[in-house]
Protein backbone atom coordinates (compact mmCIF):
# COMPACT_ATOMS: atom_id res chain seq x y z
CA UNK A 1 0.00 0.00 0.00
CA UNK A 2 3.10 2.42 1.18
CA UNK A 3 4.42 2.04 -2.56
CA UNK A 4 1.16 2.78 -4.10
CA UNK A 5 1.11 6.15 -2.56
CA UNK A 6 4.22 7.06 -3.87
CA UNK A 7 3.38 6.26 -7.23
CA UNK A 8 0.10 8.02 -7.78
CA UNK A 9 2.06 11.45 -5.90
CA UNK A 10 3.42 12.22 -9.21
CA UNK A 11 0.34 12.08 -11.38
CA UNK A 12 -1.71 14.01 -8.65
CA UNK A 13 1.45 16.91 -8.70
CA UNK A 14 1.14 16.89 -12.67
CA UNK A 15 -2.75 17.10 -12.42
CA UNK A 16 -2.65 20.18 -9.93
CA UNK A 17 0.24 21.76 -12.48
CA UNK A 18 -1.60 21.99 -15.06
CA UNK A 19 -4.89 22.86 -13.65
CA UNK A 20 -2.75 26.03 -12.17
CA UNK A 21 -1.00 26.85 -15.29
CA UNK A 22 -4.13 26.55 -17.42
CA UNK A 23 -5.79 29.00 -14.90
CA UNK A 24 -3.00 31.43 -14.59
CA UNK A 25 -3.23 31.89 -19.01
CA UNK A 26 -6.68 31.88 -18.80
CA UNK A 27 -6.53 34.99 -16.56
CA UNK A 28 -3.95 36.60 -18.45
CA UNK A 29 -5.89 35.86 -21.75
CA UNK A 30 -9.37 36.76 -20.22
CA UNK A 31 -7.47 40.33 -19.19
CA UNK A 32 -5.94 41.05 -22.41
CA UNK A 33 -9.13 40.09 -24.29
CA UNK A 34 -11.08 43.10 -21.35
CA UNK A 35 -8.49 45.31 -22.22
CA UNK A 36 -8.54 44.97 -26.13
CA UNK A 37 -11.99 45.33 -26.44
CA UNK A 38 -11.97 48.25 -23.80
CA UNK A 39 -9.84 49.85 -26.31
CA UNK A 40 -11.91 49.53 -29.38
CA UNK A 41 -15.11 50.77 -27.89
CA UNK A 42 -16.39 53.81 -28.40
CA UNK A 43 -15.70 56.91 -25.68
CA UNK A 44 -18.90 57.90 -24.45
CA UNK A 45 -20.39 60.77 -22.51
CA UNK A 46 -23.66 60.44 -21.01
CA UNK A 47 -26.26 62.12 -18.60
CA UNK A 48 -25.73 59.81 -15.48
CA UNK A 49 -26.90 59.69 -11.40
CA UNK A 50 -24.36 57.59 -9.00
CA UNK A 51 -26.38 55.30 -7.17
CA UNK A 52 -23.72 53.71 -4.96
CA UNK A 53 -20.23 52.85 -3.65
CA UNK A 54 -18.18 50.25 -2.43
CA UNK A 55 -14.53 48.98 -1.74
CA UNK A 56 -13.22 45.54 -1.96
CA UNK A 57 -10.42 44.84 -0.32
CA UNK A 58 -7.64 42.23 -1.55
CA UNK A 59 -4.78 41.06 1.05
CA UNK A 60 -1.58 39.67 -0.61
CA UNK A 61 0.74 37.54 1.70
CA UNK A 62 4.48 36.96 0.99
CA UNK A 63 7.90 36.96 2.46
CA UNK A 64 6.44 37.18 5.95
CA UNK A 65 3.83 40.39 5.29
CA UNK A 66 0.82 41.31 4.54
CA UNK A 67 -0.32 43.92 1.73
CA UNK A 68 -3.65 45.14 1.56
CA UNK A 69 -4.98 46.89 -1.84
CA UNK A 70 -8.34 48.13 -2.40
CA UNK A 71 -10.24 48.12 -5.37
CA UNK A 72 -13.05 50.94 -5.55
CA UNK A 73 -16.13 51.00 -7.31
CA UNK A 74 -19.43 52.85 -8.33
CA UNK A 75 -22.62 51.90 -10.07
CA UNK A 76 -24.12 54.52 -12.10
CA UNK A 77 -27.56 54.74 -13.28
CA UNK A 78 -28.75 56.36 -16.99
CA UNK A 79 -31.99 58.17 -17.78
CA UNK A 80 -33.32 54.92 -18.95
CA UNK A 81 -32.92 53.02 -16.05
CA UNK A 82 -30.31 51.00 -16.85
CA UNK A 83 -27.26 50.39 -14.13
CA UNK A 84 -23.62 50.43 -14.68
CA UNK A 85 -20.91 49.82 -12.08
CA UNK A 86 -16.95 50.72 -13.03
CA UNK A 87 -13.91 50.70 -10.83
CA UNK A 88 -12.30 54.51 -10.18
CA UNK A 89 -9.49 55.32 -9.30
CA UNK A 90 -9.34 56.03 -5.40
CA UNK A 91 -8.70 59.87 -5.72
CA UNK A 92 -12.23 60.08 -7.98
CA UNK A 93 -14.00 57.64 -5.24
CA UNK A 94 -13.50 59.84 -2.58
CA UNK A 95 -14.89 62.77 -4.76
CA UNK A 96 -18.34 60.79 -5.80
CA UNK A 97 -21.23 61.42 -3.26
CA UNK A 98 -24.85 59.01 -3.84
CA UNK A 99 -26.87 61.29 -5.61
CA UNK A 100 -24.50 63.02 -7.26
CA UNK A 101 -25.70 63.98 -11.03
CA UNK A 102 -23.20 64.27 -13.82
CA UNK A 103 -21.52 63.23 -16.95
CA UNK A 104 -19.98 60.21 -16.65
CA UNK A 105 -17.44 59.50 -19.55
CA UNK A 106 -16.41 55.86 -19.82
CA UNK A 107 -15.09 53.25 -22.60
CA UNK A 108 -16.34 49.81 -22.58
CA UNK A 109 -15.80 49.11 -18.77
CA UNK A 110 -13.57 51.73 -18.00
CA UNK A 111 -13.72 54.93 -16.17
CA UNK A 112 -12.44 57.81 -17.16
CA UNK A 113 -14.23 60.83 -15.69
CA UNK A 114 -17.23 61.81 -13.46
CA UNK A 115 -18.02 65.76 -14.21
CA UNK A 116 -20.78 66.87 -11.85
CA UNK A 117 -23.41 69.23 -12.55
CA UNK A 118 -24.78 71.83 -10.33
Same mark, same amino acid.
Given at each position: MGMFMFDIF? /? &? @??? &? @??IFIFLFV &? =? =? /?KNISQWNKNNHSPKLTV??? /? /?TKRGQMHRHHG #? #? #?MHVSTTYYATFQFESGDRLELAVPSSEYGMLVEGDKGKLSFQGTRFLSFERIY
Amino acid at each position: MGMFMFDIFP /V &F @FGI &F @FLIFIFLFV &F =I =I /VKNISQWNKNNHSPKLTVDAT /V /VTKRGQMHRHHG #N #N #NMHVSTTYYATFQFESGDRLELAVPSSEYGMLVEGDKGKLSFQGTRFLSFERIY
